[in-house]
């Protein structure tokens, strides 16, 4: 059973973020601060703007609004266990959101009309839909968790700059300790209450009336819900929660630009809306007879991003000098019209794509030739 409490967080205005000068493009792809226009870049693990709130929660934003042009914002949320749930229960009217567990355990309630309502305890690789009018909500489990969430159209961090405070760390820690220098516990309670009806600008609309569902059942609610123990599938519409658990959602390969490529789409643009599509990309190494030098450029006419999870990722990016070598965590975001090539320098190196609009098979697809 998890025990669920509502708690709110105090409201910070940041000065810090009302500039909206437009960063000029640097002579490099590694970059520490998420520029504010589109350009190519990549952030190294635990870079990228970054802001606390609460005493241990800290958001990360190596794509927002302002560098992908409005497509997508993709975060990353890292916190030890949680007391009560992540955020008060609430929806979206504009904004398609999306959770995907990169490390411990998280659980992630969604609720319709239509569908009633569905959580899950979600490990490493599992994955949850939350399209506009769903009502959610979501608890950070173990003591070292990080999410990834996209939410498009860009520009929803917006909210969390209003809600937060910016976070820097020496030692580039994912979240503050749970102690003080002195040994002290760091005081874990929730701050005092702000009210939640003034959030509507932002795009989220409170949900007073819910109430978490408690009745899990090896790590699905319903009981009856197939969860690592079933395939999981996609909804043919894109007003339907949906949840996929790891290597349990459909899966394409194709190996025709001279490596492996294995497609696990977790969004696609129908069941977005045709806001975005998204999933994990695994790749092998080149084969014996292909080298780097022969793969051809692509060139989309919609923004991408990728985020390491595992292996090495081998980049080139037209505009830029050299290949670059992308590991664990770290993000590179790809504008439109822009011309690059990847390649795997481990065996099974896996990433988790996101696109704006268009379907990610088609980029594998049209490396052909």
Not at 4 to 27: E, G, M, N, Q, W
Not at 318 to 344: I, N
């Amino acid at each position: 059973m998890i025990e669920v409490r509502k708690f709110t967080i105090v409201i910070h205005v940041l000065s810090t973020f009302a500039s909206t000068t437009l960063a000029a493009p640097s002579s490099s792809l590694w970059l520490r601060e998420t520029p504010q226009s589109p350009q190519p870049y990549i952030i190294p693990k635990l870079a990228g703007t970054s802001l606390l709130a609460g005493p241990n929660v800290v958001y990360r934003f190596p794509v927002t609004g302002n560098s992908s042009g409005g497509a997508f914002t993709l975060l990353t949320t890292d916190s030890p266990a949680l007391p009560g749930s992540g955020v008060f229960p609430h929806t979206h009217r504009i904004h398609h959101e999306n959770f995907y567990c990169s490390k411990g355990r998280c659980a992630l309630w969604a609720a319709t009309n239509a569908t009633g309502d569905n959580a899950r305890i979600m490990t490493a690789g599992d994955y949850g839909a939350v399209p506009q009018n769903t009502t959610h909500t979501f608890q950070l489990i173990d003591p070292d968790t990080m999410l990834t969430g996209v939410i498009a159209p860009g520009g929803f961090e917006k909210l969390f700059f209003f809600m937060g405070q910016p976070y820097e760390s020496s030692t580039d820690s994912p979240f503050p300790p749970l102690t003080n220098a002195d040994g002290s516990v760091v005081d874990k309670d929730p701050p005092p209450p702000h009210p939640v009806d003034g959030l509507e600008g932002f795009d989220v609309y409170a949900s007073p009336s819910y109430t978490p569902r408690t009745d899990f059942e090896n790590g699905t609610a319903p009981a009856t819900a197939p969860w690592h123990n079933a395939p999981n599938t996609l909804p043919s519409d894109a007003k339907t929660p949906y949840f996929i658990a790891k290597n349990w959602g459909p899966k394409f390969l194709n190996r025709a630009a001279g490596f492996y490529q294995i497609v696990t789409p977790l969004a696609t643009s129908k069941t977005s809306g045709g806001l975005f599509s998204e999933g994990t990309l695994t790749i092998s190494p080149l084969f014996p007879d292909v080298a780097a030098s022969s793969l051809p450029m692509l060139n989309l006419t919609q923004p991408l991003a990728f985020m390491m999870e595992e292996g090495a990722m081998m980049v080139e990016v037209e505009g830029y000098e050299g290949v670059e070598m992308l590991v664990e965590r770290d993000v590179l975001f790809v504008p439109k019209h822009t011309g690059f090539k990847y390649w795997a320098a481990r065996p099974f190196t896996k990433a988790l794509y996101v696109r704006w609009r268009g379907w990610f098979g088609w980029v594998v697809n049209r490396r052909r030739g």
